[in-house]
């Protein structure tokens, strides 16, 4: 028993030794044989051929984060009416009134929400 896990901690030994060894070996033949230019334009940011304008942290309105943490979470919540309603006949009364309940509570975040004037474009 004690041979076997000697035998096993000298396996994964050697295993990590030769995953460092390649990850090093990859990561320098990399550095010699990759492509290098002094280019002033090769360090800026590049996206869809629009030459960046500005800061890249401009603010932006909080409402745009709200919206979207709650489209996440209604839309995750939803997913979960579908397998209620396959198996609706074999829940019975019961799994009626637990959905019934779990809609319940979806309805006061969302009127919660809408309170707040989440959902307002002004």
């Known amino acids: 028993m004690v041979n076997q896990t000697i035998d096993l901690v000298i396996q994964l030994a050697i295993m990590f030794a030769i ?9 320098t033949i990399s550095h010699f044989l990759s492509p290098s ?3 002033p334009n090769k360090s800026e940011p590049y996206e869809c051929g629009v030459v960046p304008v500005g800061d ?4 932006f309105n909080v409402h745009f984060y709200l919206v979207a943490v709650l489209f996440v979470l209604f839309d995750l919540e939803a997913v979960f009416l579908y397998p209620w309603a396959i198996s609706l006949r074999e829940l019975g009364t019961a799994g009626l009134a ?5 809609i319940a509570i979806l309805l ?15």
């Open 37 to 39: 230019s002094r280019n």
């Open 108 to 122: 006061v975040g969302y009127f919660y929400a809408w309170k707040k004037g989440v959902f307002e474009w002004e």
């Open 98 to 102: 637990e959905m019934f309940v779990f």
């Open 56 to 59: 890249a942290r401009a603010p």
């Open 19 to 27: 995953g460092a060894a390649m990850a090093v070996t990859f990561v």
